[in-house]
């Protein structure tokens, strides 16, 4: 499947559902454009965040050897464990999104254009 094939099966769905798609073959590329930058920047955030959280929980796992009795360093250790396994999560999510986007521009397109509809 190609550029020109998922334009003729949305220029379809468009006559068929009375929408004017005049400039939808110039929009096209935009929005894969815009859809792959959106989710590299959300992996890289993400990544940073992840990278923070690590460092938060080495942080606290050095206070509270440091400090047994203490109760703040391993509030912050779980907290930071918590958010960083979340952030992971989400982080993996959007680069799967990413691949997707990189990998099937088309497909991703037809799937972005008719969860529109």
């Known amino acids: 499947m190609n550029v020109n094939d ?3 099966v949305l220029d379809t769905i468009a006559d068929k559902l009375g929408i004017v798609t005049d400039n939808f ?3 096209l ?3 894969v454009h815009y859809k792959i930058v959106a989710n ?3 992996v890289i955030v993400l990544a940073f965040l992840v990278l923070l959280c690590i460092a938060a929980a080495v942080w606290g796992r050095k206070q509270v050897k440091k400090d047994p009795i203490s109760i703040y360093p391993d509030v912050i250790c779980t907290a930071a464990i918590t958010i ?3 952030t ?3 982080m ?3 680069a799967v999104n990413l691949i997707g986007w990189v990998m099937f521009p ?3 397109a037809m799937d972005y254009i008719l969860g529109l509809i």
Do not use: Q
Request: no cysteine; glycine share 8%; charged share 15%.
């Open 84 to 86: 960083g396994l979340f």
């Open 25 to 27: 073959t110039e929009m």
């Open 29 to 31: 590329p935009k929005i």
């Open 6 to 8: 998922v334009n003729a």
């Open 40 to 42: 590299a920047a959300g």
């Open 106 to 108: 088309d497909i991703k």
């Open 88 to 90: 992971l999560a989400v």
């Open 92 to 94: 993996l999510l959007l």
